[in-house]
């Protein structure tokens, strides 16, 4: 059993930054495949990004390309979403996701919310014009 919590959502204004954070405990085999996606009222699970257990693979939606970063440290079982000059449409629930399997390598996709084991509880990222 794998619990993933995140962790640095809130309320900003559009233009600032916001930095999210998820960290996997429990039993299990280190997390090869880390993504974050976000749902809105009118989209479910949309993808935002992932990254493979070295960080040399990384893979964006195109709404957050040149604006987010994803990285991870393997230390400390955790992934950060880097969220820079937010809009309003960046609002919704970010949730983190994990996967034992190194989906990049097996050229699995990353973008599908199926290819993930496990899953946040979700943090609510709201952006004010």
């Known amino acids: 059993q794998v619990q993933l919590v995140e962790s640095g959502g809130g309320l900003v204004q559009a233009g600032t930054s916001l930095r999210l954070s998820c960290t996997a405990s429990?039993?299990?085999?280190?997390?090869?495949?880390w993504g974050w996606f976000r749902q809105t009222p009118e989209i479910e699970r949309e993808f935002v990004a992932a990254?493979?257990?070295?960080?040399?693979?990384?893979h964006y939606a195109d709404s957050v390309k040149g604006r987010f970063t994803i990285s991870r440290d393997n230390a400390k079982n955790t992934v950060h979403l880097e969220m820079n000059n937010l809009t309003r449409e960046d609002s919704g629930v970010y949730y983190c996701?994990?996967?034992?399997?190194?989906?990049?390598?097996?050229?699995?996709?990353?973008?599908?919310?199926?290819?993930?084991?496990?899953w946040g509880q979700g943090t609510q990222v709201t952006v004010s014009t």
């Open positions: 429990g039993r299990t085999s280190p997390v090869q495949t």
């Open positions: 996701a994990a996967n034992t399997s190194p989906l990049f390598r097996l050229g699995r996709p990353t973008i599908h919310h199926r290819s993930y084991t496990w």
């Open positions: 990254i493979s257990w070295t960080g040399a693979s990384t």
